[in-house]
């Protein structure tokens, strides 16, 4: 049977992009982040999946107005990066997993959760900056990537609690398909930024370390925060945060296992508008 076998969770500030594309990553201003991801790139390589389940927001690029849907999995064969204005990123094109995208639609549509299916979508920075985070720039993508696209950028939002029951449900899905691949969960997106208003430019290190000291260890509480504590203490698009309690849910310790090991934890301010937050955890058996 499929297993998942650790979760990875990172912000996806688009000027992350455009630094590792035009050759700006080791510049004074980008040095510190992505130091903090040379770890996770060798852990990556030592710990190599067969399939990523990534967890993330569209950017009003391949939705918009006319159609928001609050979760949506890409099923097709491949993805194309996104043109967001400035031409699509140099990136490789994501290979995706339909037989096991289909399976989990399957097994998570029976277990309630509406999702939409999506044969054909460009994907944006929500995907491709953490997959560069924790690639690099190879020529090929490691692995097939199903992209799970969570609207967080449209009111209304779906809430911390049903991202992190969606989790579940994705763990049983993944565990019920035939095929002993080794999946890992992305949830990314976040941490504390706010891109408009009067408040623009928001950060508030002492909730977001917070977060990442709750989701760790008591995911379930966690789960009950209501999405305006998001908005009111970690700015408007803190609310992309929800997503990384589907990556959470999906974790072998809520569904009675052993609590995960911290395989590497890092915070970093600034980044663009953005405070970036990114933590590994593994499933231990
Ligand atoms: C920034 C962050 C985001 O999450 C995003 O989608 C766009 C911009 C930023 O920090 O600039
Ligand atoms: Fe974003």
Not at 16 to 41: C, H, M, N, R, T
Not at 102 to 123: C, E, P, Y
Not at 154 to 177: D, H, M, N, T
Request: proline share 9%; glycine share 8%; with cysteine.
């Amino acid at each position: 049977m499929a297993k998942i076998t650790a979760s990875v969770y990172t912000s996806h500030v688009p000027a992350i992009g455009a630094a590792l594309d035009l050759g700006k990553s080791g510049e004074p201003y980008w040095q510190p982040v992505f130091k903090g991801y040379d770890y996770s790139k060798q852990w990556l390589k030592d710990n190599p999946p067969d399939v990523i389940f990534l967890v993330y927001n569209d950017h009003a690029t391949a939705f918009s107005l006319e159609m928001i849907p609050t979760f949506a999995i890409g099923t097709a064969a491949e993805f194309t990066p996104a043109d967001e204005g400035w031409g699509p990123r140099p990136v490789p094109k994501v290979i995706g997993h339909p037989e096991l995208a289909a399976h989990i639609a399957q097994s998570v549509i029976q277990q309630d959760f509406d999702l939409t299916i999506v044969n054909r979508m460009d994907v944006d920075h929500g995907l491709t900056v953490p997959l560069s985070l924790m690639c690099g720039q190879p020529q090929a993508w490691p692995c097939p990537v199903i992209p799970f696209a969570v609207n967080v950028v449209q009111y209304p939002v779906p809430s911390g609690r049903r991202c992190f029951e969606l989790g579940k449900a994705i763990r049983k899905a993944v565990e019920s398909f035939d095929k002993p691949l080794n999946v890992q969960i992305w949830g990314t997106g976040g941490m504390s930024h706010q891109l408009q208003g009067p408040r623009a430019g928001l950060i508030n290190k002492e909730f977001d370390n917070a977060f990442l000291d709750q989701l760790i260890t008591d995911p379930a509480g966690l789960a009950g925060k209501p999405h305006i504590d998001y908005v009111r203490e970690a700015g408007s698009e803190g609310i992309e945060l929800v997503m990384w309690l589907i990556a959470r849910g999906a974790m072998s310790d809520v569904a009675g296992g052993p609590a995960p090991k911290v395989a590497h934890r890092f915070y970093h301010v600034p980044a663009s508008n953005t405070a970036v937050g990114h933590l590994i955890l593994e499933n231990q058996t």
